[in-house]
């Protein structure tokens, strides 16, 4: 069955699927341990579609497995509907499913040795997999998908956007990838400051048409208004 809504007032949010498997292959990079629906075999749809209250056909972004085998019996899934999930012991009147609109409105918190906190009703045990990266994972659809909600957005977001270019970035990330930054007609992020200053101080984005957006902002702005990148010497400029 589909994701119902726990309250009238959840937000429709529809979030782009590139964007979402963008997010998540940067995780997968760094060993987070999961698999696609083109990984998955038959046998093993059937085992989730059976354990986990998927709409039938509904596509598995990422499907982290936390069984000691890799059984699909327990683990999270993520979709373009929202989060699924189960564990061994599921504690009554706890959640195990959010759209991505309930998502939005969820504290992510750790909890003992391998509990990840969603909510106050929602608990995932994390024992076969890496609850750090996860829990990044988590945070950074977040935070995603509340920049869709920001006044301003400056580009409708649609399935089938173009492929991205590939930035010249020698230099890695520091501090928190917080971030979102629509550029050249193309939504990225989140990404941490250092990589928006290069990009930027590059001549690698467009400085009149790219807007940058983070939580706490009301709405986007274009990145030379926003701090900390208002004083920084862009190579348009010099």
Same mark, same amino acid.
């Given at each position: 069955m589909a994701i119902q809504s726990r309250e009238a007032a959840a937000l429709r949010v529809e979030p782009d699927i590139k964007m979402l498997q963008a997010i998540c292959l940067k995780y997968r990079e760094q060993f987070l341990r999961y698999v696609t629906h083109e990984e998955l075999t038959p046998s093993?749809?059937?085992?989730?579609?059976e354990r986990f209250p998927l709409s039938p056909g509904e596509r598995i972004l990422a499907f982290v497995d936390t069984t000691l085998l890799g059984?699909?019996?327990l683990g999270m899934a993520l979709t373009l509907n929202g989060i699924y999930w189960r564990s061994e012991a599921i504690q009554p009147g706890f959640i195990t499913q959010l759209s991505w609109g309930q998502f939005l409105e969820v504290?992510?918190? +750790?909890?003992g040795k391998y509990d990840l906190r969603l909510g106050t009703d929602g608990v995932f045990n994390t024992a076969g997999c890496?609850? @750090?990266l996860l829990t990044g994972l988590l945070k950074e659809l977040q935070i995603y998908i509340a920049s869709l909600q920001a006044d301003g957005l400056p580009v409708p977001f649609e399935t089938g956007m173009p492929s991205k270019k590939k930035?010249?970035?020698p230099v890695k990330a520091a501090g928190e990838? @917080?971030?979102m930054l629509v550029a050249n007609g193309e939504m990225r992020g989140p990404l941490a400051a250092n990589i928006m200053m290069w990009v930027a101080e590059t001549?690698? +984005?467009d400085l009149e048409t790219s807007h940058v957006w983070k939580r706490g902002m009301k709405e986007w702005l274009k990145i030379k208004e926003a701090a900390?990148?208002?004083?920084v010497r862009f190579k348009a400029d010099k």
């Open positions: 093993q749809l059937k085992t989730i579609f059984s699909r019996k504290k992510l918190g +750790i909890f890496n609850r @750090e930035w010249n970035v990838a @917080e971030w001549g690698q +984005i900390p990148f208002a004083t």
